[in-house]
């Protein structure tokens, strides 16, 4: 059975190791796009097996622009379309809650949000700081947009709701070695983004009662903190309570918190040099 009100929308550079699993976990829909960004592995031809699907081609430039080329000049065959990473999996709950829900009034909700279910060495990490995040991923495509270089943020004026069921996240799929590196990359963009004073404290998100805008303040005061690897460490260990996902959950907390460290260590190091 096709779910004929939603589209899927991927983006993608040298994906073969997740690109089936990912589009395997859709099949259900009728409609699924991949923007990718002229790969040189498999991923296109691996893609090219499954029927309903597109493929269109840009040359990257940051994730931001690349999924607001997608959304603003693919034409989608359904009105709602669900983005995904390579590295993530439609999860069964939530195939079958989209496939029960109706998405239709697009005055009630342009945007629906989800979690993310990470998994480290085939386990579900779900003691930590990270699961609680939401994140948007079922969008009206007319009526949002991404902005933001690193850790792109969807933007929209309307209504948004929560979905009940999460996205199965495997950021490991590639091995620790391309985790790392990617890491790496990463908080060098997000070094030189605080620098520049990217994330700058709006005291009007205290009083909002939007859980989104209360996080981003919380997340512009934990920023300007030099020590903030440690706390976040802290944090896991004993308010969420990390330990509990057993030496796999402690692994990975450590990993997010090297991650932290290195954010850290390149700010302090461009601004001493």
């Given amino acids: 059975m096709y779910q004929h009100n939603i589209s899927i929308f991927i983006i993608t550079y040298n994906e073969e190791k997740d690109i089936e699993q990912c589009l395997n976990s859709v099949t259900w829909s009728n409609d699924i796009v991949i923007l990718d960004s002229f790969s040189t592995d498999k991923t296109l031809s691996i893609a090219g097996q499954f029927n309903n699907t597109q493929i269109f ?54 945007v629906y949000k989800l979690r993310r279910k990470t998994f480290f060495m085939n386990k579900w990490v779900r003691h930590n700081s990270m699961y609680n995040v939401w994140i948007d991923r079922l969008v009206r495509p ?57 994330y700058k404290i709006n005291f009007k998100n205290f009083y909002s009662k939007d859980p989104v805008k209360f996080r981003k303040f919380l997340n512009s005061i934990y920023r300007k903190l ?41 700010i302090y190091y461009k601004r001493v040099k």
């Fill in 57 to 110: 081609q840009k040359k990257f430039d940051d994730y931001a622009s690349q999924r607001n080329h997608g959304l603003e000049n693919i034409n989608f065959k359904n009105p709602w379309v669900l983005i995904l990473d390579a590295d993530e999996r439609c999860s069964y709950n939530l195939q079958l809650e989209l496939l029960s829900k109706k998405f239709q009034n697009p005055n009630d909700n342009i």
């Fill in 142 to 198: 007319e009526k949002v947009s991404f902005y933001g270089e690193i850790h792109e943020k969807l933007q929209y004026e309307g209504k948004s709701s929560q979905l009940l069921n999460d996205i199965d996240h495997y950021p490991f799929s590639k091995g620790l070695e391309h985790w790392i590196s990617r890491r790496n990359r990463f908080s060098t963009l997000c070094a030189e983004y605080e620098i520049n004073d990217g």
């Fill in 226 to 266: 030099p020590f903030r690897w440690g706390i976040f460490f802290m944090y896991n260990f004993f308010i969420k309570l990390c330990f509990l996902d057993g030496f796999k959950g402690m692994r990975y907390v450590l990993l997010e918190t090297y991650y932290e460290f290195l954010i850290v260590s390149k």
